[in-house]
Structure formats: C-alpha cells, structure tokens
C-alpha cells in the first residue's frame, strides 16, 4: 500500500498555531468560525500536546503553549505578525459571530478595492484573522482604478 505523501483532507500548507489555553481556542472557533474537533491529543499539565479542527475545507492545528521546548502564544510573545486569512459565504455575519464570542475588532468590514468585503479581528489568545467574502473579479487595471478612488493619496 501506498502513502500519500499529504493525508487525505489536507492541504499543502496547514497553520499550526501555539494558544495559552488550546481547549478554550477550541471553543472560540467553533463559536466564531463554525469549526469541527477532528482530533484532541491530551499532554502533560493537562495541556493539549496537539489538536486539530476544521474550518471550512482546511484544517487548522493548534496546541497549549510549550515554552519549555519553545512553544509559545502571541500573548507571552506581545502580539504576533502573522494574519490567518478566513473566506466565507457571508463575511458580516462571521466577523459578527467572532467579536459576539470574544475577538477584538482590528479593522470593521468593509468593501475593499480588490473585491472583497473584508474585516480584521484578534481573537482571545491574540491570533489576527482577516475575514473576506470575495464580491467582484477585478482585473488589475480596475482593482488600481478602485485602489485610487479609495485611498487617494496612493493615486
């Protein structure tokens, strides 16, 4: 029998994500992003060693922090550079749910030059998102016709 070198259900590319407190990211993004527990590997401390939802058609790994092997959150860190980018069907109710259970508003919703409406949170334990549903197919030309319009000390 042949392995696939990427399991089934996966993607290429699948962020793993240090939380202080994994069990309680597991909540959050069941109630702001509709996630499904796929796996829970209970650790030491009774920290989560691994777990892994998912969100849409992509998985989403996370665990507690482990400082001890270098593992560790945006909260210890002081923030995170990283955005994880989320589409969905109905931007406005999505970011609606995610800052009802807790996440803290980064920039409101809005339709942006490029075609999307588009909306930034941080969740509780300091991940950033960026929530899009994609409206309209610009080419490159009019997406910097839009661009223009829209923030015009950039034209």
């Not at 597991?26 to 939802?53: C, K």
């Not at 998985?59 to 560790?72: A, I, Q, R």
């Not at 508003?105 to 960026?130: A, C, E, I, L």
Request: glycine share 10%; with cysteine.
């Amino acid at each position: 029998m042949t392995v696939s070198a990427i399991p089934q259900g996966m993607h290429a590319l699948t962020a793993h994500l240090a939380c202080a407190g994994a069990a309680a990211a597991i909540d959050f993004y069941q109630q702001a992003f509709g996630a499904v527990e796929l796996t829970r590997m209970p650790g030491p401390d009774n920290r989560l060693m691994h777990a892994s939802v998912r969100i849409g058609d992509s998985v989403l790994m996370l665990s507690d922090e482990f400082p001890e092997y270098g593992g560790k959150g945006p909260l210890t860190l002081g923030g995170s550079p990283v955005t994880l980018h989320l589409y969905v069907p109905n931007v406005d109710e999505v970011y609606a749910r995610a800052v009802a259970a807790g996440a803290t508003v980064k920039m409101p919703v809005s339709d942006m030059f490029w075609g999307d409406r588009y909306g930034q949170v941080t969740d509780p334990f300091g991940h950033n998102w960026s929530i899009a549903t994609h409206m309209h197919d610009y080419t490159p030309e009019q997406m910097d016709e839009q661009m223009k319009k829209t923030m015009p000390q950039h034209g």
